[in-house]
């Protein structure tokens, strides 16, 4: 029962997540036709494997390559590694002036080359890993309906990924702003400005909401940017619709120009993750003067 | 594109990751730049120091260069002195030998022509004695004669 290919289910396809949950009627599922009723209880398996595998690759680049002892000539992918380490360290000593905090720097090399490595798969033409997919589980006869098989490659299209990275962000700033400034002085920070002790409730208010939307911002500009490249990108794609070579050629030459220009938004997002990381975490360990 | 419990999976991923960041990337990369990085401090400090010292030996040199030049001039001077003391003592010298010289030559000489003087009146005598003889025809008895004939050399 193939469906009809239209351009709303071709978008549609390419902003479904390959999701497994656990559901009521059927116990553990991977059907799509399931998602609603899967709830919470659900995981977009394709963001999940792309991203570890994005991880691991980034722990294989910065952990395999030869790092030559300080009196020897670096090797090349050791000049490459090194230059990403002062990089982080450079905009940690930026932001953070000094610190001995020793988990900021391991922090934010690992978003960065982590959030570039993930926004980099939007570079990989739209089409390539929805289709491999789609005709690998139906060849392998997992799906009954080839449009039934879904994959989306761009992990940080996805909300709960980028969330996910910005909730362990958030975590940890309050983790420092705990261990720093005492539960008290936390406590305080929350409460007692900006209109002193007499205005507490509102106080809070405004500090809670200061406080959660850094995470929520962080995460959703990541997922913005990306999720509109990738939008743009399945648009262009749609030219292909049209059957025709001017539309042909004219998508061609779009996918270019959006893919060079798109080459800045997925170095400059990581890098603004990285920075804005580093900054939370630095006003995380600022004290008093309030 | 609901959230759901993949958040909480990436976030826990996401702390897996930086552990292992944490743990076994970012030590060894860091300590091996640290390491380039003091061992290049040690070498330009090095490099300062051989600069330092070249500039001192530089230093050095000059001095003793000039000392040199100077103990060499003063050297140069005291053996010209010499050399000129030595040649004068050498001329005053050479001209006492040569007055001296001179002075017993002309003893000589002048005993010489004493001498002769002295042969030359003898033989003078004699032949007076011999011609006069001649002349008077008279052996002259040289030794009757005597005082005579010595009052004649004399007086020649």
Partial sequence: MAKELTSKSYIDHHLTNLTCGKTESVGWTCDHNYYDEMGFMAFHVDSITISILLGVAFVALFKLIKLNPADQKPTRMQNFVEMCVEFVNENIKSIFGSTDNKLIGPLALTVLIWVFFMNLMDLIPVDFLPELTKQVSYASGIV??????????????????????????????????????????????????PFGKFAIPFN??????????????????????????????????????????????????????????????????????????????????????? | MNINATLISQALIFAVF??????????????????????????????????????????????????????????????????????????????????????????????EANKTREELKQQLSSIVV?????????????????????????EI
């Fill in chain 1, 144 to 193: 009954d309906d080839p449009n039934d098989a879904y994959f989306k490659f761009v992990p940080t299209t996805d909300p709960n990924i980028t969330l996910g990275m910005a909730l362990g962000v958030f975590i940890l700033t309050i983790f420092y702003s705990i261990k720093i400034k005492g539960l008290g002085g936390f406590i305080a920070e929350l409460t007692l400005h």
């Fill in chain 1, 204 to 290: 809070f208010a405004l500090e809670i909401m200061q406080l959660l939307a850094k995470p929520l911002s962080l995460g959703l500009r990541l997922f913005g940017n990306l999720y509109a490249g990738e939008m743009i990108f399945i648009l262009i794609a749609l030219l292909m619709f049209f059957q025709s070579a001017v539309f042909g050629v004219l998508g061609l030459g779009l996918h270019l120009l959006w893919a060079l220009f798109h080459i800045l938004v997925v170095s400059l997002q990581a890098f603004i993750f990285m920075v804005l990381t580093i900054l939370y975490l630095s006003m995380a360990h600022e004290t008093g003067d309030h």
């Fill in chain 2, 18 to 111: 930086v552990y292992i960041c944490y743990k076994y990337i970012w030590p060894p990369i860091l300590s091996t730049m640290e390491e380039r990085e003091n061992k290049m401090a040690a070498g330009l400090e090095a490099a300062k120091q051989a600069d330092d010292s070249l500039e001192e030996a530089k230093l050095t040199y000059e001095k003793e260069l000039k000392e040199a030049k100077e103990e060499a001039a003063n050297i140069v001077e005291k053996a010209n002195k010499r050399s000129s003391q030595i040649l004068n003592d050498a001329k005053v010298k050479a001209e006492a030998e040569a007055e001296k010289i001179i002075e017993s030559g002309s003893k000589k000489l002048e005993n």
């Fill in chain 2, 130 to 154: 011999e011609t006069a003889s001649k002349i008077i025809d008279e052996e002259i008895d040289e030794k009757k004669h005597e005082n005579i004939i010595k009052k004649a050399a004399e």
